[in-house]
């Protein structure tokens, strides 16, 4: 059996914000709480702040009304509350009476709906529920990243080439032998040194500069952008390895980095998709 056992401290309803019980309230709360724990029957608790520190919200005629607090028409306002589960009521009022509450303070036990206090027809719809919960229906793929791994032999020569091209990296998986380059919200490459990369296939690598591993492309919002990008790359010391080409409803250009990996930017005219 669960019961939720309700703190409703004297004069809370009132208290100024930020107000704190003493140190030895808190400590003995703490060896209160402790005992629960050890005792095995403790699911979840927690503490509230005063009422002054939140709000209301209350509907009438379709329309929500929010009050901030305090709140002169409660008589009682909860300043905590413990979830456990034990055998019985019985030993459910035995934990209230152990705990080390002020003078009026009073402890509320409301026992907690199990699911078959329900109709059979609910408690099946309550299960239909926690089983889409627990196999959740796949992401659409617009919301999934991608993670292009690269290898390159100078980690800090190929930062500051991306860097010149406005890309930027992020320093939680940085480190001497690898870096991940953010592209865009879904678009994340992995620039791995090449010892490093090994370690992720039993395939020899290739070498980029002399064999085509793979082009990697990525759009842009127009011509210019497309330009931009491209120069800005040959400015930093990558190699041209082709002429731009346009096809008039899409354009394309892309260069070589410092390790000889194929980068193509395109644009493409939004009517033409459209049709």
């Not at 705990?99 to 303070?105: A, F, V």
């Not at 990296?169 to 032998?177: C, D, M, P």
């Not at 930093?236 to 390790?259: S, T």
Request: proline share 6%; charged share 25%; net charge negative.
């Amino acid at each position: 059996m669960r019961f939720m056992m309700l703190m409703i401290p004297k004069g809370y309803e009132s208290a100024e914000p930020g107000a704190m019980p003493s140190a030895d309230a808190v400590a003995a709360m703490m060896k209160y709480n402790e005992d629960l724990q050890k005792a095995g029957i403790l699911l979840a608790l927690d503490g509230l702040h005063p009422p002054s520190m939140g709000a209301r919200v209350s509907f009438a005629d379709g329309k929500a009304k929010v009050t901030d607090g305090p709140f002169a028409e409660a008589k009682e306002v909860l300043g905590g509350y413990w979830m456990i589960q034990v055998r019985s009521k019985e030993e459910a009022i035995e934990w209230a009476k152990r705990c080390p509450g002020s003078p009026n303070e009073v402890i509320e036990l409301r026992q907690v709906q199990e699911m078959e206090d329900f109709p059979a027809d609910v408690q099946k719809a309550a299960e239909g529920f926690a089983e889409m919960q627990a196999n959740p229906q796949p992401k659409p793929a617009e919301s999934q990243n991608i993670f292009v791994n690269l290898p390159i032999k100078d980690l800090k020569a190929s930062v500051e080439f991306f860097t010149k091209l406005g890309y930027t990296f992020n320093a939680q998986f940085t480190n001497e032998s690898a870096t991940c380059m953010v592209v865009s919200e879904h678009i994340y490459v992995m620039l791995l040194v090449e010892e490093f990369f090994k370690t992720f296939t039993t395939k020899p690598l290739v070498d980029a500069k002399t064999s085509t591993e793979a082009i990697i492309c990525l759009s842009m919002p127009s011509r210019d952008a497309v330009n931009r990008i491209v120069e800005a790359a040959l400015a930093a010391g990558a190699r041209r390895y082709a002429e731009p080409k346009d096809y008039g409803f899409m354009y394309q250009w892309g260069f070589e980095d410092l390790d000889g990996h194929i980068w193509e930017y395109c644009w493409m005219d939004p009517a033409h998709v459209q049709k």
